[in-house]
């Protein structure tokens, strides 16, 4: 992060995220990013992919990265219950 246009404006989002997280009744489980990448993981609950989306947009995420994949997923523990019945 050399850059510091981006610098200042990854340090804006991180500030904000939990704020913005809350307002779209997205939690942020965790979030990792590779040592030589310029990429960001985040593990995220939410109500449906929209608050995903609302989230990433207002902090900034979606302007100066990509989004390049949002995958729904679900405990195993859960598939198993509702295979069961």
Do not use: C
Request: glycine fraction near 6%; hydrophobic fraction near 50%; aromatic fraction near 10%.
């Amino acid at each position: 992060m050399f850059n510091p246009d981006v610098k200042a404006k990854f340090v804006a989002a991180i500030a904000k995220r939990d704020a913005v997280a809350s307002k779209f009744g997205v939690k942020l489980l965790s979030a990792y990013g590779p040592v030589v990448e310029h990429r960001i993981f985040l593990i995220l609950e939410a109500p449906t992919q929209q608050a995903v989306e609302g989230f990433l947009m207002e902090i900034g995420y979606a302007f100066w990265n990509d989004v390049e994949r949002l995958t729904q997923v679900q405990a195993v523990e859960d598939v198993v219950k509702r295979l069961m019945g």
